[in-house]
């Protein structure tokens, strides 16, 4: 399966604990992007990302979070010092370097802080 | 402001019961209208991407249609496993996705 793969599927971290969120795009994308989805609420965009630089991070909080896409390796999405608040599904997408093609998502990282 | 309202919030139908989903944007630099699937537990399944006003996309029992301020998907003698919630996203001049909150759909046999 070729697919947007995450990891892991469910992560659990106390309050203060650090979570990394891991993405490995479609073979053949170059773009990856991050988006969260709050109980009851639409996906909202945070991140989009191309090899070794961050595009857009208009959506991504300013503080605790960070995302990377490195040359070598899978994306990572960071969230430092968790806060209840942070509970929330989280979704990495993929897509060719063409613009206007589709985004395809991975089942994302189901995030629970205790 | 980029804006997407999808109606209804949840949809029951019968087996056979032909509907339609309604998604209206506001977006500045419209790149393209895309719809997905979701179902529990797991991330959208792209459907279809529709890029400019008149077009028209089929797949099985699913037809999306694209006007200037809006998007309707029309579901054909739906199935009970056509339920899921359908989501509607538009991609703007900045590349990223702004989604609607859901259809969430229901076929009972």
């Known amino acids: 399966n070729a697919g947007v793969m995450q990891n892991p599927r469910h992560l659990v971290r106390r309050r203060g604990q650090e979570a990394r969120l891991r993405c490995s795009p479609m073979k053949g994308h170059s773009h990856v992007y991050w988006y969260r989805q709050l109980p009851e609420e639409g996906l909202k965009f945070m991140v989009y990302?191309?090899?070794?630089?961050?595009?857009?991070e208009s959506g991504m909080p300013k503080e605790r979070f960070s995302a990377e896409f490195p040359k070598e390796g899978p994306s990572i999405l960071r969230i430092q010092q968790v806060v209840r608040g942070d509970s929330a599904a989280y979704f990495c997408?993929?897509?060719?370097?063409?613009?206007?093609?589709?985004?395809?998502f991975g089942d994302g990282t189901r995030l629970s802080i205790l | 402001e980029d804006q997407v309202t999808q109606s209804p919030e949840a949809l029951r139908l019968q087996e056979g019961e032909s509907s339609s989903l309604n998604c209206s944007y506001t977006?500045?630099?419209?790149?393209?209208l895309f719809w997905y699937r979701q179902d529990p537990g797991k991330g959208p399944e792209f459907l279809f991407t529709?890029?400019?006003a008149g077009e028209e996309k089929e797949k099985e029992r699913l037809k999306a249609t694209l006007t200037k301020k809006e998007s309707f998907l029309h579901i054909t003698a739906p199935k009970p496993e056509d339920s899921a919630t359908y989501l509607c996203?538009?991609?703007?001049?900045?590349?990223?996705?702004?989604f609607g909150t859901g259809t969430r759909l229901q076929v009972f046999p």
């Open positions: 996203a538009v991609q703007d001049h900045t590349d990223k996705l702004i």
């Open positions: 977006v500045s630099g419209l790149r393209g």
């Open positions: 990302l191309q090899k070794e630089n961050i595009i857009d």
């Open positions: 997408a993929s897509s060719p370097s063409i613009s206007n093609q589709p985004q395809h």
């Open positions: 529709l890029y400019s």
